[in-house]
């Protein structure tokens, strides 16, 4: 049971990017499966959230800007980010509940948003 994360990269402020989740060894739709983020120097903190039954939440400071979906034949859980900012920069995590079979932080993925 493990989680890939990928899509990350270098973009100019303004810009878009899709993250992926990518799931093996158990359905994502089972779980609450939510993205987390951790800048230089800051707590990790909660980006979105997608719960088994399709209900999503996101952070204030993303709202209107990234969407979190799910591919429950593809076992993937995605990250739309747009209209990206500076202050978006961090390593990006997905991560399923505590005691869930989805319940590590794996490697995250970069995102550098340049000014």
């Known amino acids: 049971v493990q989680l890939q994360a990928s899509g990350g990269g270098l973009v100019q402020a303004g810009g878009s990017l899709r993250l992926s989740c990518a799931a093996a060894g158990s359905p994502v739709s089972r779980y609450a499966m939510t993205w987390y983020r951790q800048a230089p120097g800051k707590q990790r903190e909660l980006v979105a959230v997608?719960?088994?039954?399709?209900?999503?939440n996101y952070a204030d400071s993303v709202k209107g800007r990234f969407t979190i979906s799910r591919d429950n034949a593809k076992n993937t859980v995605y990250l739309q980010l747009n209209s990206l900012k500076p202050e978006d920069t961090a390593v990006y995590y997905c991560?399923?509940?505590?005691?869930?079979?989805?319940?590590?932080w794996g490697q995250g993925t970069l995102v550098t948003v340049s000014s």
């Open positions: 997608v719960s088994s039954d399709g209900t999503t």
């Open positions: 991560k399923g509940p505590r005691y869930s079979d989805f319940d590590s």
